[in-house]
């Protein structure tokens, strides 16, 4: 596993922190799920995946790394709660939301630090208040209005304004980029309609294992700058890795 496909897993348990912090912070909006659930399931989803980090660095070195506490008490709740549920599991102390996120913000911190040689050496860890899924859901955002929003956010990814849902046509009826995306390319020497036309997207970076250099070539990634600023700083990461 190359350093940044490791690194894909330590932003992910990063996530996992920004799911906490988002249930937190949005707790009025959310009454109407299980947020207790959201929670342990964020929190196993956490562990789960720092330990993925430190598997893949010290594939043979567990006894040793658990020397240190702070990663012994990672790869307990991994062995005794998120991967298993052993009877004699013993859950972790604290008092509020807040003191939880600081323990997983520590323990995300040491798994970075005892893996840095593993991990690509401008990886961060920039933690927001956000879910995507529970963001949707807390704003009433469906699928054709997270549509619109991206249209007009971002004009110059339209190429045509009838990709406007309905009500999106209705209430944008002057918005139309298509002439100025075929100025822009032709600007730049693009042939637009070729340019669309010439990689395919990859979907998972997992897709790339098999791939030859010439294959590799030929794919395009798509970086979505998301709904609101928090999410794009998410997707900008993904991009990256």
Not at 45 to 65: E, T
Not at 177 to 201: C, H, L, N, P
Not at 208 to 218: N, S
Request: with cysteine; aromatic share 12%.
């Amino acid at each position: 596993m190359t350093k940044w496909q490791l690194a894909r897993y330590l932003i992910e348990a990063k996530k996992n922190i920004d799911t906490l912090l988002y249930i937190k912070e949005n707790q009025k909006l959310l009454v109407n799920i299980d947020l207790r659930a959201r929670f342990a399931a964020a929190c196993q989803q956490f562990y789960i995946n720092c330990c993925i980090v430190l598997d893949k660095s010290f594939p043979k070195g567990k006894k040793n790394i658990c020397k240190n506490e702070i990663i012994a008490s990672i790869y307990y709740e991994r062995d005794k709660n998120a991967a298993h549920k052993d009877e004699d599991y013993k859950s972790q102390k604290f008092n509020t939301p807040d003191e939880l996120i600081n323990i997983l913000k520590n323990q995300i911190q040491e798994v970075r630090g005892i893996c840095r040689d593993f991990l690509p050496k401008n990886i961060t860890l920039d933690f927001v208040p956000h879910d995507k899924e529970l963001f949707r859901f807390a704003h009433r955002v469906n699928p054709e209005i997270e549509n619109d929003v991206y249209k007009i956010k971002y004009p110059l990814s339209v190429f045509h304004s009838y990709q406007l849902s309905e009500e999106g046509q209705h209430y944008f009826r002057e918005f139309d980029t298509s002439k100025e995306d075929r100025r822009v390319a032709k600007q730049f020497g693009y042939d637009y309609d070729q340019m669309i036309q010439q990689r395919k997207v990859l979907q998972s970076v997992d897709d790339i294992r098999e791939m030859t250099e010439q294959e590799k070539q030929r794919q395009a990634v798509i970086v979505e700058n998301g709904l609101n600023s928090y999410e794009g700083l998410q997707n900008r990461q993904d991009f990256c890795i």
